[in-house]
């Protein structure tokens, strides 16, 4: 067949095995331009993640000790606009009841817990506790559910002298505690990671904790344990559609880590599923532990961490490792009689954007300049067809995306990126099914130094895939087997975050 391909040069002054590295923070080598990883150490869950006062509070897990994983801090920074971040002091440190893992945090506006003081409203964390003694010993009960409340906008934590809140029944993963108010009932409720399933509590106060349901023995992927779980709630048509998310290690459908969910009803005591379908919030191998902002309303914003399990701990960086991904919003659609979840990148991310090629009716036949990486590209077509989109880092190197009609796939291929002998997993090709019924093609691209995050059919699939090149991006090509008429097209530079 008659190949078109489209070569977008790139201007660049000078290649990384030439130039002298730019060793200041936050412009090391591989570190990410426009997601948000902290200045130095280990991080890996983000966690209570609270919007209050016009300010979004985003805590992860932190060892401050090392860049591989360490006794879990909750690591906090903060940002007005999503986008830029300002990085806290370290917000909760480990206690006699052990390290600080995964949870959430909320506004409690009632004051239900009796924290507040002076007509301020209390930021309520509630975290898991892990005894590493415990588990050394062979116990079971080694995780438990405690709390710690703000009165200064998260400057400064007390751990309530109640602790634990919630006391472990004797299961081995007991943990990540995702709270939301729920109207219906008037009580918050908790959704708790319990093994390979989810287990709901409720509670009027966050400090009295009843069991409610269980939910997912028989549901969804099993092939790890479930972590890191959400509950929230959406308006369709009228209708309220809960989604429930949940974190699962390994497991994945392209290996190892990542985020499923499901969609149907939640009573205030048990959630209902509207289907059995696995769905995932992600497809490729970089996206985990995602959950969303509490206390922001109808608006729901999304944030995973942006590295896997299977090579977390062994990726090339030096200083720091890891980063999270960029926060997304995500909304409710329906395709083929089921509700699926969309995520695009929060709108706030436009604001870092510099177009630098705008273009309609565009066939794959000629050539568009454009500044490196990080960028965000979209791009629109009436019908959908082979296309592959090659990003060409020199020496050979090439991260490629594309659409395989013959197998109605999506991917994503590392394979020959750059770095990857930390890992035999690491170089791969990534798939993820087409769901979108319609014929065209609506794509939404940002690309870091050293991440890509792929929103397809309307960002019902999304796809997210780390890698380290040698050298920086130079060129990007499109290939089609027959030619592809790109309806819109739109290239933005985007503005490093840390400058």
Not at 215 to 226: C, D, E, N, P, Q
Not at 488 to 494: A, M, P
Request: proline share 5%.
């Amino acid at each position: 067949m008659h190949k078109i391909i489209l070569t977008l040069s790139i201007l660049l002054s000078t290649m990384w095995a030439s130039a002298q590295p730019d060793t200041t923070v936050y412009h090391e080598r591989w570190r990410p331009q426009v997601h948000f990883s902290p200045k130095a150490h280990w991080t890996n869950d983000p966690n209570g993640m609270v919007y209050s006062n016009g300010t979004y509070h985003l805590f992860f897990q932190y060892f401050p000790g090392g860049t591989t994983w360490g006794p879990m801090h909750w690591g906090h920074t903060i940002s007005k606009d999503l986008i830029h971040w300002q990085e806290q002091p370290v917000a909760l440190y480990p206690d006699s009841l052990g390290y600080i893992f995964s949870g959430s945090a909320v506004a409690d506006v009632h004051n239900t817990s009796g924290f507040g003081k002076g007509g301020k409203t209390p930021l309520v964390a509630i975290y898991t506790n892990h005894d590493p003694k415990g588990e050394h010993d062979g116990k079971n009960d080694f995780q438990n559910q405690s709390i710690a409340y703000s009165l200064d906008e998260g400057k400064t934590w007390t751990k309530y002298s109640g602790n634990p809140v919630l006391k472990n029944p004797g299961i081995r993963d007991f943990r990540d505690p995702k709270v939301n108010w729920v109207e219906t009932v008037k009580k918050w409720i908790m959704t708790l990671a319990t093994q390979d399933h989810i287990t709901f509590f409720s509670s009027p106060d966050l400090k009295n904790w009843t069991k409610e349901s269980e939910f997912g023995k028989t549901l969804g992927a099993h092939g790890g344990v479930w972590e890191c779980p959400d509950l929230l709630a959406f308006d369709h048509q009228g209708k309220k559609v809960w989604v429930l998310i949940v974190n699962i290690n390994p497991g994945g459908p392209n290996k190892g880590s990542a985020t499923q969910y499901f969609t149907g009803d939640f009573d205030g005591h048990t959630f209902t599923p509207g289907d059995s379908i696995t769905k995932w919030i992600d497809y490729g191998a970089d996206e985990y532990a995602g959950i969303t902002w509490s206390n922001t309303g109808k608006r729901h914003v999304f944030l995973g961490w942006m590295s896997n399990w299977m090579y977390a701990n062994e990726v090339p960086t030096k200083t720091w490792r890891n980063a999270m991904t960029i926060p997304r919003e995500l909304s409710l659609v329906k395709e083929n009689g089921h509700f699926y979840v969309s995520s695009l990148p929060v709108k706030e991310l436009q604001a870092s954007a510099t177009t630098v090629s705008r273009r309609t009716n565009l066939k794959a036949n000629g050539d568009v300049y454009m500044c490196t990486a990080p960028l965000y590209l979209t791009m629109k077509a009436d019908e959908l067809k082979d296309f592959t989109m090659s990003f060409h880092y020199g020496a050979g190197a090439e991260l490629v995306i594309g659409f395989d009609k013959a197998s109605n796939t999506w991917f994503i291929d590392r394979t020959t990126t750059g770095e990857h002998g930390f890992n035999k997993e690491f170089a791969a090709r990534h798939t993820a099914p087409r769901i979108a019924t319609g014929k065209g093609l609506e794509l939404t691209l940002v690309v870091d130094e050293t991440s890509v995050e792929m929103f397809a059919d309307h960002g019902v699939i999304t796809m997210t895939d780390i890698f380290f090149p040698n050298a920086p991006l130079q060129k990007i090509s499109i290939t089609a087997d027959k030619e592809l008429l790109i309806r819109q097209w739109q290239l933005s530079k985007l503005k490093s975050i840390w400058k």
